[in-house]
């Protein structure tokens, strides 16, 4: 009969437990991307940039040229501190206008 052998594992320091049950757990999440929030004030600043962009000849036909939504992102720089929500990112500023123009 085999003799059975008890390992015993060096605790980390700061880890009260690191037993395979719950060693999964105590890796840290990785970090999700968190999604915009848009406040009505976010709104306006938006359309005010698209209404500065167009008098400035940006707009090209029925479509915004891509400086447009880079300028509307670094206008809106900071406003996720208030809103809580993620960066707004200029691929992020066309999807919202696409949504926004509906109801203008």
């Given at each position: 009969?085999?003799k059975s052998i008890k390992l015993k594992l060096p605790k980390d320091p700061g ?90």
């Amino acid at each position: 009969m085999a003799k059975s052998i008890k390992l015993k594992l060096p605790k980390d320091p700061g880890k009260e437990n690191t037993t395979p049950s719950n060693y999964e757990s105590a890796k840290p999440a990785p970090s999700l991307r968190k999604n915009a929030v848009w406040s009505p004030a976010d709104d306006k600043t938006l359309v005010d940039v698209l209404t500065e962009q167009q008098a400035a000849g940006n707009q090209a036909d029925n479509n915004w040229k891509g400086v447009v939504w880079v300028a509307a992102a670094l206008k809106l720089k900071g406003s996720e501190v208030i809103s809580g929500g993620g960066l707004k990112t200029p691929e992020g500023c066309d999807n919202h206008w696409q949504k926004v123009r509906k109801y203008l």
